[in-house]
């Protein structure tokens, strides 16, 4: 620091500290990083898609479908099967004609009737086939399936929003990569701003030390920039590198600095958020549900057709097998049954309050529907029109960077060479970089917004307008 020297006496030593600490900030920027692996965008949004909150909605949707797997099930033959193994005493009994009957004592037929326990065998299996239900096994199959479809569309849904938040953040490592390297050209040129003064202040040229005053005030604005990039670029490299299991050094692809393609009409983005985006959708599913629920409760009121088929026997070998026309054996026999039954429980009043209720549940889901949609359009407008402001915004940046770019070169292409003073350096070196960090912010802003728009309307193509075809449930 010898140039500084000869100023010391005509500076306070605390000022003379903090130009020096500020002067000390800016030459030691961090250096650049041995270049990490390369991520691509891509990569980054196939990870989203292993997000364990997109991971939970995907076991749901499997618990949604077994569901329909159930109510698919009920068209076909219930099967019951019961054995049973049980023990029962030892029954012998006698022909009535046997002559010894009369001459034994009561206790030795009680022995002779009831001796040693044996085992008892039972075995009973039963169909029941559903011939006719007015339709409520197809209503109870369609409302199963769209239970699927709904959780198909939680699991798209999940899926956007992790989508969002790593696109979010990749692009905020883009932009902080950029603006580094912004801010250290920035360095680079105040440093050698700097070097000038100095040999001019020893010089003893007459206005040096104002100009080196007017380099040090203007630095803090740099500091401050700095740490702002820092603290936004640097949180979402680390918590992409945590959450993604990625190198803390990885590398982004280039930072695109456009401003976005012309708009579609707020009609046709319309449109596709009320066919795509997932909470139109799952609104729509909802009223398909609660509709289904009603119609199932009409059928409630009506009987259900069945048919029977049935075949079981049960074994004793201790018991004396009897048989007759007028005696059931319950310990040895052997039946075949098939018959034709119908099912009803007539409580009516009970079943038409219930329907009732869920004819009110269908309405308000309708209801519900069209306020919610209603909302939806508010938010796809507000997003649309946040675009094409920041759209705006953005090009009139680059019209204003290319102006401060040229002018710049000029006079620091003056200044470099000895024919121009600091002062007149100034203001274009401070426009330049002003203007270049706006810039790059607003492009920031803009991809951010085009990827919020894309995402209020269900689409995961987050740097597009979101506009096609019509999704049909």
């Not at 030593?13 to 650049?32: D, E, K, M, R």
């Not at 040096?208 to 740099?222: F, N």
């Not at 006079?411 to 002003?434: H, I, N, R, T």
């Amino acid at each position: 620091m010898r140039r500084f020297s000869s100023a010391s006496a005509c500076w306070p030593p605390s000022l003379l500290t903090a130009a020096l600490a500020a002067i000390a900030v800016l030459w030691t920027a961090p250096a650049a990083a041995e270049p990490g692996p390369v991520v691509t965008l891509q990569e980054v949004l196939e990870a989203a898609d292993r997000h364990p909150l997109v991971g939970s909605e995907r076991s749901q949707r499997a618990e949604a479908a077994a569901r329909a797997d159930e109510a698919s099930w009920a068209r076909f033959p219930r099967i019951d099967i019961l054995a049973t193994l049980a023990p029962v005493p030892t029954i012998n009994l006698r022909d009535p004609g046997d002559p010894t009957a009369d001459t034994r004592d009561e206790t030795a037929l009680l022995n002779d009737l009831f001796g040693d326990t044996n085992p008892y065998y039972r075995f009973e299996a039963k169909a029941v086939q559903p011939l006719y239900t007015f339709g409520k096994i197809t209503l109870a199959r369609e409302l199963a399936a769209v239970g699927v479809r709904a959780a198909d569309v939680e699991v798209e849904k999940a899926r956007l929003e992790a989508r969002f938040a790593a696109y979010r953040a990749y692009r905020a490592v883009q932009w902080h990569g950029e603006t580094d390297a912004l801010l250290r050209e920035a360095f680079d040129r105040l440093k050698t701003a700097r070097d000038k003064i100095e040999v001019r202040i020893e010089d003893g040229v007459p206005g040096a030390r104002t100009d080196l005053r007017k380099l040090l005030i203007s630095m803090p604005t740099v500091v401050s920039a700095r740490s702002a990039a820092d603290e936004v670029g640097l949180t979402a490299r680390e918590s992409l590198a945590a959450q993604f299991d990625l190198e803390p050094d990885f590398l982004p692809e280039p930072f695109e600095a456009t401003a976005g393609s012309e708009a579609p009409s707020l009609d046709n983005v319309l449109a596709f958020a009320r066919s795509h985006r997932p909470d139109a959708r799952l609104l729509l599913l909802a009223v398909q549900g609660r509709e289904l629920e009603a119609t199932l409760g009409w059928r409630q009121l009506t009987p259900d057709f069945f048919a029977t088929a049935s075949v079981g026997g049960a074994y004793a070998p201790s018991i004396t097998d009897v048989s007759g026309p007028f005696v059931v054996d319950p310990y040895n026999r052997f039946g075949i049954a098939m018959f034709v039954g119908v099912k009803w429980d007539p409580d009516l009043f009970r079943k038409l309050a219930q329907t009732t209720r869920l004819e009110a549940q269908a309405e308000s889901a309708r209801q519900s529907r069209l306020a919610a949609l209603a909302g939806i359009d508010i938010e796809v407008r507000t997003a649309y029109h946040e675009v094409a402001g920041k759209q705006a915004v953005v090009a009139s940046y680059q019209e204003a960077f290319r102006a401060a770019d040229a002018w710049l070169k000029q006079v620091w292409f003056q200044y470099s060479q000895g024919l121009a003073e600091f002062s007149e350096v100034e203001d274009p070196l401070k426009q330049f970089y002003q203007v270049a960090g706006a810039r790059l912010k607003a492009i920031l802003e803009l991809q951010v917004a085009q990827a919020n728009l894309a995402i209020k309307c269900g689409s995961d193509a987050f740097a597009a307008w979101p506009v096609g075809a019509t999704v049909v449930e």
